[in-house]
């Protein structure tokens, strides 16, 4: 791209393009980075700077960019044909793809219902789960008609994603729009001081769990719970067997058990499915960002064959789900997915992250020596690191003293692109991503903490 070029995108791209999850002020005052190609572990910009994709792309890349078999699935697809509906007819990807799905999903989860974004997963999750209720016995369970979810739980901007969810910061503005949720506290053990150990963190959580299931759980529909690890709310990993505690108060008090995996399924937590990791089969599990390895937007709801079955009925019945999406089950998307499912099979992809995990857990042990940061959490390879102002008093920094802004800026400049989630430094790498490039993003990453301390 020559100068001229360069500019008037930057001008264009202010002027046309609303940035999700941005001010747009600032924005507007900054240099924008415009990526223009990929390859493998790196992303280059307009101007040809190279950067080592420390987000994977906001944490959907599995195998790189512009990866050959990946390119040739989507050719030959394009090939063929790009996009037919599900509504009254099949398509050969998504048929396939969808056997593959329930080969991999844990237990008995068995039919799959696509739509596009983790929002759309979540929200369909959330209606299936309603209905199948109301399908069973509309009388008898006439109050089930609410949800737990964890205080800090992120499961998406849509408005019925955005009721379970609990990051004020986001949703906040939005309350007058929501229907009503239960919130149980988030096993966050950094934060719990008044707990001596991690178990008693999880202990406090689960009883407060059967607290409520056994006062309200007539009212309760499901559970919707991020397997493991919470996201977006700056990597909270749980303690070990909150989640299966979580499943045996589900089967305990009869209430559904959906599990998001939207962040944390293939892969990212070193098995194709985090609850995998504890034995836990949910009733629903809730897929998309990696399942397409970056590609292509696609996300799947799968649901086990005994609430599948609720739905079977007469016509005039209606337990028909009356939930569809456009480009339902899209060709493209569903061909590229199985590809990458593939892939992560043929390259032995989750051994490796095993192995790359404990790598970047042993390279991550020197940022402790950094006094800003207070908290580092991995699992698999998602990586948070908290950063404060004191490690005693574990006190933040206000959002005026740009701290982790600067932090990520400063990565940029030394060719990583890695994103702040509030306090907390994220780091997403490309699922196979290799050891080298690994060790040097967690250099820059210390670099540039120790540079704007
Ligand atoms: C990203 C995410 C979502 C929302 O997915 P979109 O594709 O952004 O709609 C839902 N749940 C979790 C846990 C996520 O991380």
Same mark, same amino acid.
């Given at each position: 791209?020559?100068?001229?070029n360069?500019?008037?995108?930057?001008?264009?791209?202010?002027?046309?393009?609303?940035h999700?999850?941005t001010?747009?002020?600032?924005?507007?005052?900054?240099k924008?980075?415009?990526?223009e190609?990929?390859?493998g572990?790196?992303l280059?910009?307009?101007?040809?700077?190279?950067?080592?994709?420390?987000?994977?792309?906001l944490?959907?890349?599995v195998?790189?960019?512009?990866?050959?078999?990946?390119?040739? +699935?989507?050719?030959?697809?394009?090939n063929?044909?790009s996009?037919?509906?599900?509504?009254?007819? +099949?398509?050969?990807?998504? #048929?396939?793809? +969808?056997?593959?799905l329930?080969?991999?999903?844990?237990?008995?989860?068995?039919?799959v219902f696509?739509?596009?974004?983790?929002?759309?997963?979540?929200? #369909?999750?959330?209606?299936?789960?309603?209905?199948?209720?109301?399908?069973?016995?509309?009388?008898?369970?006439?109050n089930r008609?609410?949800? #737990?979810?964890?205080?800090?739980?992120?499961?998406?901007?849509?408005?019925?994603?955005?009721?379970?969810?609990?990051?004020?910061?986001?949703?906040?503005i939005?309350k007058?729009?929501?229907?009503?949720?239960?919130s149980?506290?988030?096993?966050?053990?950094y934060?719990?001081? !008044?707990?001596?150990?991690?178990?008693?963190?999880?202990d406090?959580?689960?009883?407060?769990?059967?607290?409520?299931?056994?006062?309200?759980?007539?009212?309760?529909?499901g559970?919707?719970?991020?397997?493991l690890?919470?996201?977006?709310?700056?990597?909270?990993?749980?303690?070990?067997?909150?989640?299966?505690g979580?499943?045996?108060?589900?089967?305990?008090?009869?209430?559904?058990?959906?599990c998001?995996?939207?962040?944390?399924?293939?892969?990212?937590?070193?098995?194709?499915?985090?609850?995998?990791?504890?034995?836990?089969i949910?009733?629903?599990l809730?897929?998309?960002?990696?399942?397409?390895g970056?590609y292509?937007p696609?996300?799947?709801t799968?649901?086990?064959?005994?609430i599948?079955?609720?739905?079977?009925?007469?016509?005039?019945?209606?337990?028909?789900f009356?939930?569809g999406?456009?480009?339902?089950?899209?060709?493209l998307?569903?061909?590229?997915?199985?590809?990458?499912?593939?892939?992560? !099979?043929?390259?032995?992809?989750?051994?490796?992250v095993?192995?790359?995990?404990?790598?970047?857990? !042993?390279?991550?042990?020197a940022?402790?020596?950094?006094?800003?940061?207070g908290?580092?959490r991995?699992r698999?390879?998602m990586?948070?690191?908290?950063?404060v102002?004191?490690?005693?008093?574990?006190?933040?920094?206000?959002?005026?003293?740009?701290?982790?802004?600067?932090?990520?800026?400063?990565?940029?400049?030394?060719?990583l692109?890695?994103?702040q989630?509030?306090?907390?430094?994220?780091?997403?790498?490309?699922?196979a991503m290799?050891?080298?490039d690994?060790?040097?993003?967690?250099?820059?990453?210390?670099?540039s903490?120790?540079?704007?301390?």
């Amino acid at each position: 791209m020559n100068s001229t070029n360069t500019k008037d995108l930057e001008f264009w791209d202010k002027e046309y393009v609303w940035h999700p999850f941005t001010q747009m002020r600032d924005y507007q005052q900054s240099k924008p980075l415009i990526i223009e190609k990929g390859q493998g572990s790196y992303l280059f910009d307009i101007e040809g700077n190279k950067y080592l994709d420390g987000y994977a792309s906001l944490w959907v890349n599995v195998h790189g960019h512009n990866v050959p078999e990946l390119n040739d +699935a989507l050719i030959n697809q394009v090939n063929k044909l790009s996009h037919s509906t599900l509504l009254g007819s +099949a398509n050969v990807p998504s #048929i396939l793809l +969808a056997k593959k799905l329930a080969e991999i999903t844990p237990g008995d989860l068995c039919k799959v219902f696509y739509s596009d974004t983790g929002s759309a997963s979540v929200e #369909i999750a959330l209606k299936i789960a309603y209905q199948y209720w109301k399908n069973i016995d509309p009388i008898k369970y006439k109050n089930r008609n609410t949800f #737990i979810s964890l205080d800090d739980a992120y499961h998406g901007d849509t408005i019925g994603s955005v009721s379970v969810g609990g990051m004020d910061l986001y949703h906040r503005i939005f309350k007058p729009l929501l229907f009503k949720r239960v919130s149980l506290p988030t096993p966050y053990v950094y934060r719990m001081t !008044e707990f001596d150990r991690t178990e008693d963190v999880r202990d406090f959580c689960l009883q407060r769990l059967e607290n409520l299931l056994q006062e309200k759980s007539d009212e309760i529909a499901g559970i919707i719970i991020e397997p493991l690890v919470q996201g977006a709310a700056g990597i909270i990993t749980h303690p070990q067997d909150f989640l299966k505690g979580v499943e045996l108060l589900c089967r305990k008090y009869n209430v559904l058990l959906i599990c998001d995996e939207v962040a944390v399924g293939f892969g990212r937590t070193g098995t194709m499915f985090a609850c995998e990791q504890e034995g836990v089969i949910p009733d629903i599990l809730c897929c998309g960002k990696g399942i397409t390895g970056g590609y292509m937007p696609l996300a799947a709801t799968i649901t086990s064959k005994k609430i599948f079955d609720a739905f079977l009925g007469e016509k005039n019945e209606h337990k028909t789900f009356y939930h569809g999406h456009t480009y339902t089950g899209n060709q493209l998307s569903c061909s590229v997915a199985l590809r990458n499912i593939q892939l992560i !099979e043929e390259t032995k992809l989750l051994e490796k992250v095993q192995v790359n995990a404990l790598f970047v857990h !042993e390279q991550l042990k020197a940022l402790h020596r950094l006094s800003i940061v207070g908290d580092i959490r991995q699992r698999g390879l998602m990586v948070g690191i908290e950063i404060v102002k004191d490690k005693k008093t574990k006190a933040v920094f206000s959002l005026e003293e740009n701290k982790l802004d600067n932090i990520v800026q400063t990565a940029r400049k030394k060719g990583l692109i890695i994103r702040q989630l509030d306090q907390v430094l994220t780091f997403i790498p490309i699922l196979a991503m290799d050891q080298d490039d690994l060790r040097k993003a967690i250099d820059i990453i210390y670099q540039s903490i120790s540079e704007n301390m």
